[in-house]
């Protein structure tokens, strides 16, 4: 079965860059999107196809792949941006959810 | 503006059907295939299907195949989720989600939340 592995959680201070990996065999051969989730709230596409950002997204979010890991970048961290974060990724069969990882900034 | 409107919360009993309805709004409803997805209380995210709007077809996850049915009306540009033999684990918040280059979701809808429970 597909499965993408997130560490549960992330710590940064604010204006700090924050990375959060996500790693799966498949990845090198698909492209990956990442998701914000706040409380109560439905998930924000933050990046797609890797590395691209939708409209209206800040530019301090930013996602690059390598090998088997997908990383999504937040640089200068804003108090904001504490959220679960979810990288997705697919293939004919259908799509997977990491299992999250929770930022808190400190 | 795009939208997607979902109906309202559900309680049912478990071995019930439940159907959940997606308006969707200020796109071209046929042009944009639907995804479905749920989460458990205090759990991730988990896909459960995808319906294209145009011509029907769906592919579901495997976990939920044979219990699950997504269908849509292109006259009213709703989408449905029919999720059937209810138990308690299925209670959730499910979203109907907009798809978007191959297998992103840009558009959600605001969640339904649907108890099971006897």
Not at chain 1, 38 to 64: C, H, M, N, W
Not at chain 2, 53 to 61: L, P
């Amino acid at each position: 079965s597909y499965e993408l592995t997130q560490p549960p959680s992330v710590s940064v201070s604010p204006g700090q860059t924050a990375r959060i990996t996500c790693s799966g065999d498949a990845l090198p051969k698909q492209y990956a999107y990442w998701y914000q989730q706040k409380p109560g709230q439905a998930p924000v596409l933050v990046t797609y196809k890797d590395s691209e950002r939708p409209s209206g997204i800040p530019e301090r979010f930013s996602g690059s792949s390598s090998g088997t890991t997908v990383t999504l970048t937040i640089s200068g961290v804003q108090a904001e941006d504490e959220a679960v974060y979810y990288c997705q990724s697919g293939d004919s069969t259908g799509t997977f959810f990491g299992g999250g990882t929770r930022l808190t900034v400190l | 503006q795009v939208q997607l409107v979902q109906s309202g919360a559900e309680v049912k009993k478990p071995g019930a059907s439940v159907k959940v309805s997606c308006k969707a709004s200020g796109y071209g409803f046929t042009r944009f295939h639907m995804h479905w997805v749920r989460q458990a209380p205090g759990q991730g995210l988990e896909w459960m299907g995808i319906i294209n709007t145009s011509g029907g077809y769906t592919n579901y996850a495997r976990k939920f195949q044979g219990r699950v049915t997504l269908t849509r009306d292109t006259s009213t540009s709703t989408s449905y989720m029919e999720l059937s033999n209810l138990r308690s684990e299925d209670t959730a918040v499910y979203y109907c989600a907009r798809s978007f280059r191959q297998y992103g979701m840009d558009v959600w809808g605001q969640g339904t939340t649907v108890t099971v429970s006897s």
